[in-house]
């Protein structure tokens, strides 16, 4: 079985905090994907990664950043948390050639 | 650019048939996806149609697809309870990007 694993399930955190969102899979997928949920809005693709130590911008980058040093951890960082990034945080991951991307349980996160 | 839209709502009767629609844009989409959310967990894929298929059965689940109006169905045989969750519409672009865009999620209530 497929798991993508995130840190945690809820967080709260104050404004202008750093936050760490972390994700690990344990299939050897390539590709690792951060997504945000909000009602109404779907899914939204924050950042992705293709392969270590490489990182390409989603759709919604700004006020987020992104590291990728093993095959097997993608970490989401807020560099410095504000309200509006309240919000479901979804981890996935996928193999470069397979089509299928597993997710994570998701971390809620409320930023105070 | 790229969009997938889908109805933010459906409820139907245990017993009867739900069929939940999505609009897609991007003619370069070769794989289209069926995921569903349950309350509080991450997304768990459904199904998957490649787009040269216009029909895909898997017990319950009948994926349609009219490539020509950009149109993905998802039809829900015998609906049950335990079908209650959100449903998202996602295609694979197979530009260079290889992202998933997902659409808003459609809400099914499955009444008793």
């Known amino acids: 079985d497929v798991k993508v694993t995130q840190s945690s399930r809820y967080l709260v955190k104050r404004t202008g905090e750093k936050v760490f969102l972390e994700c690990v899979q344990d299939?050897?997928?390539?590709?690792m994907f951060w997504y945000r949920q909000d009602p109404g809005l779907g899914l939204r693709l924050i950042y992705f990664?293709?392969?270590?130590?490489?990182?390409e911008k989603g759709d919604i980058p700004e006020g987020y950043s992104v590291s990728r040093e093993k095959k097997e951890r993608f970490s989401l960082i807020l560099e410095s948390a504000s309200t509006n990034q309240t919000s479901m945080y979804l981890c996935?991951?996928?193999?470069?050639?397979?089509?299928?991307?597993?997710f994570g349980q998701g971390t809620r996160l409320t930023v105070v | 650019g790229e969009d997938v839209e889908q109805s933010l709502f459906l409820s139907v009767r245990e017993g009867d048939s739900s069929v939940i629609n999505c609009t897609y844009t991007?003619?370069?989409?070769?794989?289209l996806y069926w995921y569903k959310q349950e309350p509080g967990a991450g997304l768990q894929l459904l199904t998957y149609i490649f787009s040269n298929m216009d029909m895909k059965q898997d017990q319950r689940l009948t994926v349609l697809l009219n490539k020509k109006d950009k149109h993905l169905s998802l039809r829900i045989a015998d609906t049950q309870t335990g079908d209650s969750a959100i449903y998202f519409c996602?295609?694979?672009?197979?530009?260079?990007?290889?992202?998933?865009?997902f659409g808003s999620g459609t809400r099914l209530l499955v009444r008793p």
């Open positions: 990664s293709y392969d270590v130590k490489m990182k």
């Open positions: 991007d003619s370069s989409s070769t794989y």
């Open positions: 299939m050897d997928h390539e590709n």
């Open positions: 996935a991951s996928s193999l470069r050639a397979r089509t299928e991307a597993f």
């Open positions: 996602a295609e694979l672009l197979m530009d260079s990007s290889y992202k998933l865009i």
